[in-house]
T-cell receptor
Framework: DQQVKQNSPSLSVQEGRISILNCDYT??????FLWYKKYPAEGPTFLIS?????DKNEDGRFTVFLNKSAKHLSLHIVPSQPGDSAVYFC????????????FGQGTTLQVKP | GAVVSQHPSWVICKSGTSVKIECRSL??????MFWYRQFPKQSLMLMAT?????????EQGVEKDKFLINHASLTLSTLTVTSAHPEDSSFYIC????????????FGEGSRLTVL
């Protein structure tokens, strides 16, 4: 039972444009959501997070939007840069940022120069 | 940011042997570390929570006698895959949080296990 789903395995965008990565979840008890970026042969690195009491969190080029009624969150990267090319995972947890994360399958983003 | 290191980064072993994977927090202390497993084209799945000085907490469906976890110090947790079989071949990755902090998790580089 995949509680966190990233239905797009890959995404390709042009440098300078917006990248939108989507994530859906099924468990309404999740109250904390995170996005991680992963390069090959490296561990995931934290990008940005959002608590379920918010609907938007912004950090530089990265913005996460949360739509609780739709059980959907998205990560916007603008402007996209070639160095953003990586696998992006969304993750969710119960009871705040406990460290016990449920991950999506990941979306491979390619930003073309 | 803080650094978490895993060793070995890849290992090939024969079926029936045991393999130990180390997870170290290099520049911080971690009372809790998490072990994940990722099969090809699938998401990272939490296997267990490693607690310094006490027994690990395993997720449902994870055999504690097969995946032995030891967290003997504030900077080291080990995962031993006992009597490995080909179906245990996977990418194992650990994460840690700074002790006493509410902040982000730091992940290791991962360890690729191939059981022949």
């Amino acid at each position: 039972d995949q509680q966190v789903k990233q239905n797009s395995p890959s995404l390709s965008v042009q440098e300078g444009r917006i990248s939108i990565l989507n994530c859906d979840y099924t468990n309404s008890m999740f109250d904390y959501f995170l996005w991680y970026k992963k390069y090959p042969a490296e561990g995931p690195t934290f990008l940005i997070s959002i608590s379920s009491i918010k609907d938007k969190n912004e950090d530089g080029r990265f913005t996460v939007f949360l739509n609780k009624s739709a059980k959907h969150l998205s990560l916007h990267i603008v402007p996209s840069q070639p160095g953003d090319s990586a696998v992006y995972f969304c993750a969710a947890s119960f009871n705040g940022n406990t460290g016990k994360l449920i991950f999506g399958q990941g979306t491979t983003l390619q930003v073309k120069p | 940011g803080a650094v978490v290191s895993q060793h070995p980064s890849w290992v090939i072993c024969k079926s029936g042997t045991s393999v130990k994977i180390e997870c170290r927090s290099l520049d911080f202390q971690a009372t809790t570390m998490f072990w994940y497993r990722q099969f090809p084209k699938q998401s990272l799945m939490l296997m267990a929570t490693s607690n310094e000085g006490s027994k690990a907490t395993y997720e449902q469906g994870v055999e504690k006698d097969k995946f032995l976890i030891n967290h003997a110090s504030l900077t080291l947790s080990t995962l031993t895959v006992t009597s490995a079989h080909p179906e245990d071949s996977s990418f194992y990755i650990c994460s840690a949080r700074v002790a006493g902090g509410p902040g982000e998790l730091f992940f290791g580089e991962g360890s690729r296990l191939t059981v022949l």
